[in-house]
């Protein structure tokens, strides 16, 4: 069991920063494949970004391409996910995931249903 615990949420504006941190809980973090997901109200939980086992292949959604930033510190235990000029529809509860599924060894999953672990979620609010 790997528990997951998101901070650095928060309400800024738009065209701010804002970086967020998973902490997990796994006494070996790199035999886990990471993910960012983002649910806005009354939408689906949607794929962020993902990093590999080893932090050396990234994926992002085309809606936060250039300008969020994943990566990982295998020693620290904890993934973090870097935004910069947000916008108001990057509004939403971001979700910490983790895969252990042997298959994506060498990329993280792009969908919720190859995760296996789950955090709680924060809130990242961004006003216009």
């Known amino acids: 069991q790997v528990q997951l615990v998101e901070s650095g949420g928060g309400l800024v504006q738009a065209g701010d920063s804002l970086s967020l941190s998973c902490k997990a809980s796994?006494?070996?973090?790199?035999?886990?494949?990471m993910g960012w997901f983002r649910q806005a109200p009354g939408k689906e939980r949607e794929f962020v970004s993902a990093?590999?086992?080893?932090?050396?292949?990234?994926d992002y959604s085309d809606g936060v391409k250039g300008r969020f930033t994943i990566s990982r510190d295998n020693t620290k235990n904890t993934v973090y996910l870097q935004m910069s000029n947000l916008k108001p529809e990057d509004t939403a509860v971001y979700y910490c995931?983790?895969?252990?599924?042997?298959?994506?060894?060498?990329?993280?999953?792009?969908?919720?249903?190859?995760?296996?672990?789950w955090g709680q979620g924060t809130q990242v609010t961004v006003s216009s």
């Open positions: 990093i590999s086992r080893s932090g050396l292949s990234t």
């Open positions: 796994a006494r070996t973090l790199n035999n886990y494949a």
């Open positions: 995931a983790a895969s252990g599924k042997n298959k994506y060894l060498y990329y993280g999953p792009k969908i919720t249903e190859d995760y296996d672990y």
